[in-house]
């Protein structure tokens, strides 16, 4: 009888152990699902405004594109251009 007691104590002792390092488990698992969940929302945010990013800079390339096809325009010669400072327009 005895014999028997300390192998129910003992299957009982690595039941619970087996039980408390599951849930340990589990809890774990959630909070890493937690932060990866957040970081996923992060990305498709970044996702979201390079898109737009995107869009605003093919935009500008289809402008520029247009500019020297059908309206024959180029930038000018780097030699005739001329900076106008601000402060001293203003005097």
Do not use: C, F, Y
Request: charged residues 25%; glycine residues 4%.
């Amino acid at each position: 009888m005895l014999r028997l007691n300390l192998l129910l104590i003992a299957a009982l002792v690595i039941s619970a152990v087996s039980m408390v390092s599951s849930q340990h488990r589990s809890r774990a698992l959630h909070t890493e699902l937690e932060r990866e969940l957040t970081r996923m929302r992060v990305l498709e945010t970044e996702w979201g405004q390079l898109q737009i990013e995107q869009g605003a800079l093919a935009a500008h390339a289809r402008i520029s594109d247009l500019a020297e096809t059908k309206l024959r325009m180029r930038a000018p010669d780097p030699n005739r251009i001329i900076v106008i400072d601000s402060t001293e327009a203003g005097q």
